[in-house]
Nanobody, 125 residues
Framework: QVQLAGSGGGSVQVGGSLRLSCVAS????????MAWFRQVPGKQREGIAR????????GYGEYVQGRFTISQDNAKNTLYLEMNSLRVEDTAMYYC??????????????????WGQGTQVTVSS
């Protein structure tokens, strides 16, 4: 099993920055694709960034492209999400997730069996 622990959320003003972290533990060798999702109450969870841990390729959702950067430090078993130029609409609960498939790394929620507990990001004007 893989355990994920997300952190780093908080309150920030429009235009500000935050960095989220997600520490993986347990059978971390199984994790081949990691991603960040976010969810607003009453809406579906949205995939916003992903990284293939085999080839290090990254991908982003259209609403965060150019503002957010996903990265992963193997030595620390930690996934990061650097968020810049934050907007009010970025307010959400942010979740990290991982799955064991090395051949496909998308942002479909049902593909991910392992999830962090969520960290709240609030952006105010």
């Amino acid at each position: 099993q893989v355990q994920l622990a997300g952190s780093g959320g908080g309150s920030v003003q429009v235009g500000g920055s935050l960095r989220l972290s997600c520490v993986a533990s347990g059978d971390t060798y199984k994790t081949k694709c990691m991603a960040w999702f976010r969810q607003v109450p009453g809406k579906q969870r949205e995939g916003i960034a992903r990284i293939n841990l085999e080839n290090r390729r990254t991908g982003y959702g259209e609403y965060v492209q150019g503002r957010f950067t996903i990265s992963q430090d193997n030595a620390k078993n930690t996934l990061y999400l650097e968020m810049n130029s934050l907007r009010v609409e970025d307010t959400a609960m942010y979740y990290c997730a991982a799955h064991p498939d090395p051949y496909y790394c998308g942002m479909i929620e049902s593909d991910f069996p392992w999830w962090g507990q969520g960290t709240q990001v609030t952006v105010s004007s």
